[in-house]
């Protein structure tokens, strides 16, 4: 759900995405529907300011979708070597951290689409990231 409460998303093991707006409480309207990746979306999130949507599939891949522009793919994620299972964004919406079984966490910059940090050595796949940084100043 978007921080503001405006749209609600949802993902399916076909690579689809679905838009709903509320129309009470209790009900939603669908609006837009996409086709996202051609294999599983393992997870979709909004980042914290309501400007990007990202999915993660089981094609190896995190897409980055512009919520302004209608859900326009913006850019795709692509240095891990498996399935990615989750991604979160950072509070300030400008980082996102993926996690794979290819045994790795990745910390991606939003802003040009590459990786900051690499982090290797785990010896199971990574299939929950978390991170805590609205404190940090």
């Known amino acids: 759900m978007a921080a503001d409460a405006s749209f609600v998303v949802a993902?399916?093991?076909?690579?689809?995405?679905?838009?709903?707006?509320?129309?009470?409480?209790?009900?939603?309207?669908?609006?837009?529907?996409?086709?996202?990746?051609?294999?599983?979306?393992?997870?979709?999130?909004?980042?914290?300011d309501v400007s990007y949507l990202a999915t993660a599939s089981a094609d190896k891949t995190v897409k980055l979708w512009n919520v302004a522009d209608g859900?326009?793919?913006?850019k795709t994620l692509a240095?891990?070597?498996r399935?990615?299972?989750?991604c979160v964004f950072s509070a300030d919406s400008s980082y996102l951290v993926t996690g794979s079984s290819d045994h790795t966490a990745r910390l991606w910059s939003i802003g040009d689409g590459e990786t900051?940090?690499?982090?290797a050595g785990h010896h199971k796949a990574c299939v929950a990231v978390a991170l805590n940084d609205q404190n940090l100043q």
């Open 116 to 119: 900051i940090m690499h982090y």
């Open 71 to 74: 859900f326009a793919l913006e």
């Open 11 to 48: 993902a399916n093991n076909k690579g689809s995405c679905f838009v709903w707006n509320p129309k009470s409480s209790k009900e939603y309207a669908p609006v837009k529907k996409f086709q996202a990746h051609d294999s599983y979306i393992l997870k979709c999130v909004l980042s914290p």
């Open 83 to 86: 399935w990615v299972w989750d």
């Open 79 to 81: 240095d891990h070597q």
